[in-house]
């Protein structure tokens, strides 16, 4: 019900239009430059094969996934996981994803606090992104408002988290084109081009954060605008 109030939209939509927006963006990259070969004719997971021994990462192993732009570091196992789109395909995306997943191991490698922080925060998040809202609707409709804050304090967790990603997820991505660079997989023009896939990937992680940050802000209006008329 607290869903369907039009205060909700004012609060959420221009970020619900940013993630809309940003998912397109990200389409429309991979689907171009997934099509446009690369100058040096590598596959992501020839890439992979160079880039990880060069960085002193022989121990990341690297395995297939399902899916498409389903590519990423797991820091628990230390595998790179590329999809088919990327290990097979010696496309501009495919270097692009693969320096960026890279780069996240390099994180891991070097103990990038950022990135640290967020992993120590995901069972918390996952956690709270369920029972802050439970727990915010309970107060309010049993009008115990320590217990609503209590929802909002929970739910503010997913804020902090998605505020951490940011610094994690730009870092990858500098770190990556440094790696092209260095190792010079990519020329002048096709580092443009790169650059062009990874804002575009950035952009979704901004407008998550500016999605928790309007729900946020919408469960705080309410609060305070239901603390203000219980005074009266
Ligand atoms: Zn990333």
């Known amino acids: 019900m607290l869903y369907l109030n039009p205060t909700y939209f ?5 970020a619900l239009l940013l993630a809309f927006y940003a998912q397109m963006k990200v389409r429309a990259a991979y689907s171009r430059y997934t099509r446009k070969a690369n100058l040096r004719g590598i596959t992501g997971l020839q890439a992979a094969q160079t880039l990880l021994p060069a960085t002193g990462l022989g121990h990341v192993s690297v395995e297939g996934i399902r899916g498409e732009l389903t590519d990423h570091y797991d820091p628990r196992s230390k595998t790179l996981r590329l999809s088919q789109g990327v290990a097979h ?4 995306a495919a270097l692009a994803i693969v320096a960026h997943e890279i780069g996240h191991a390099q994180q891991d490698a070097q103990g990038y606090v950022p990135l640290k922080l967020r992993s120590g925060l995901v069972p ?3 956690l709270s992104a369920w029972v802050g809202p439970i727990l915010f609707m309970i107060g309010l409709v049993l009008n115990m408002l320590e217990l609503a804050w209590l929802g909002v304090i929970a739910f503010a967790a997913g804020a902090v ?3 951490i990603t940011l610094p994690v997820e730009f870092n990858a991505s500098r770190r990556g084109l440094q790696l092209l660079r260095t190792y ?13 896939v990874l804002n575009a990937a950035a952009l979704t992680y901004v407008a998550a954060l500016a999605q928790t940050l309007g729900t946020l802000l ?7 605008g239901f603390g203000g008329r219980r005074r009266r």
């Open 124 to 126: 918390a998040v996952q």
């Open 161 to 163: 988290f998605a505020l």
């Open 10 to 14: 004012i609060f959420v939509l221009p």
């Open 218 to 224: 919408y469960y705080i209006f309410l609060l305070t």
């Open 184 to 196: 010079q997989l990519a020329d002048g023009r096709e580092m443009q081009e790169v650059k062009s």
């Open 89 to 92: 395909v010696p496309s501009v």
